[in-house]
């Protein structure tokens, strides 16, 4: 059964740091990985996606990496804002056909100004 | 915007009690998952419709059901609640098997 954790599960920074979130997941068969973002009490926004082929996708000031052998990922935000407060989920296909995503918990981020 | 709407917004209902959510997506999104997501959780998949039949499911008792019309709507019913249903509910919409899925903002269901 997949599972997938993220570390911090919370992450308090000043405006302007890098940061780097972590994501884990326990079955290395998998057929993408995404990352989201979820606003307080609000639904999912895709930041990025990863094919298990890919190493890596960049969408402005981010970057997701993907090490499919070792189950890892990481969400690397540059020059963070207060904006981007919000939090981080990641997310693991099995397939693309009946299964689903399998969530992680999340990191909440707080980008103080 | 996701194109992607969901009533209620927010939503108490009592234990035992029967509740309804309902999911409107895009003109094309014959494809359809609901997700369960408990404060301070990562959303869980329930199930996915596509063409109005269920064709996935996650590890959620028959209590938790669906429907999905042909008009790209959809519902989910869940019958008997428990304290522990109280949760976000989340629908995402997608053409077929189109990678990129498209979340409603939710409903919010409380049971007392």
């Known amino acids: 059964k997949q599972e997938v954790t993220q570390i911090p599960a919370a992450l308090s920074v000043p405006e302007g740091e890098n940061l780097v979130l972590n994501c884990s997941f326990t079955?290395?068969?998998?057929?993408?990985l995404q990352w989201f973002r979820q606003d307080p009490g609000k639904g999912l926004t895709s930041l990025l996606l990863?094919?298990?082929?890919?190493r890596e996708q960049t969408s402005g000031r981010l970057n997701a990496s993907l090490d499919k052998s070792s189950g890892r990922s990481t969400l690397y935000i540059a020059a963070s804002q207060p904006g981007d407060s919000a939090t981080y989920l990641c997310?693991?296909?099995?397939?693309?056909?009946?299964?689903?995503?399998?969530f992680g918990p999340g990191t909440r981020l707080s980008v103080l100004p | 915007e996701t194109g992607v709407t969901q009533s209620p917004t927010h939503l108490i209902k009592t234990r035992g009690q029967q509740v309804t959510l309902r999911c409107s997506s895009q003109?094309?999104?014959?494809?359809v998952s609901w997700y369960q997501q408990a404060l301070g959780q990562g959303p869980q998949f329930i199930f996915q419709y596509y063409r109005e039949e269920e064709n996935g499911r996650g590890n959620f008792p028959p209590r938790f059901s669906g429907l999905q019309f042909p008009n790209y709507s959809s519902e989910l019913n869940v019958n008997a609640l428990e304290l522990d249903d109280s949760a976000l509910y989340l629908c995402?919409?997608?053409?077929?098997?189109?990678?990129?899925?498209?979340f409603g903002p939710g409903t919010r269901l409380l049971v007392l």
């Open positions: 003109s094309g999104h014959n494809t």
């Open positions: 079955d290395s068969a998998i057929y993408n």
């Open positions: 990863i094919q298990s082929s890919q």
């Open positions: 995402a919409s997608r053409i077929g098997t189109e990678e990129t899925q498209y």
């Open positions: 997310a693991v296909l099995r397939d693309n056909y009946g299964q689903n995503f399998v």
